[in-house]
């Protein structure tokens, strides 16, 4: 099986940094896309930003392009998101997923997830 780990979430003030990890070990390889969405309390997961497997196409959640940036070291099986000025209202966990498919935005097209990490930001 697959197993996914999320690390680098935590508390950061308003207009902070974050870069969260994502490592893969199981029965997994570098000809995955991956993924990252966040679920705020009371809201639905919404999805954040993708990579397809070479690490030569992204994509972004409206509400983030130009603050994060998706990035992967194949090498490593780790997929990141670096996550600049972020605001309060992006408190949420953060989980990473692999896609059965390709690079998607649907939730349910990612049969993979992390336990998600925390972020936390303050205003």
């Known amino acids: 099986q697959v197993q996914l780990v999320e690390s680098g979430g935590g508390l950061v003030q308003a207009g902070g940094s974050l870069r969260l990890s994502c490592a893969a070990s199981g029965r997994t390889s570098s000809s995955y896309a991956m993924g990252w969405f966040r679920q705020a309390p009371g809201k639905e997961r919404e999805f954040v930003a993708a990579?397809?497997?070479?690490?030569?196409?992204?994509d972004y959640a409206d509400s983030v392009k130009g603050r994060f940036t998706i990035s992967r070291d194949n090498a490593k099986n780790t997929v990141y998101l670096q996550m600049n000025s972020l605001k309060p209202e992006e408190t949420a966990v953060y989980y990473c997923?692999?896609?059965?498919?390709?690079?998607?935005?649907?939730?349910?097209?990612?049969?993979?997830w992390g336990q998600g990490t925390q972020v936390t930001v303050s205003p």
């Open positions: 997923a692999q896609s059965a498919y390709g690079t998607n935005r649907r939730s349910d097209e990612y049969n993979y």
């Open positions: 990579i397809n497997w070479s690490g030569t196409y992204t």
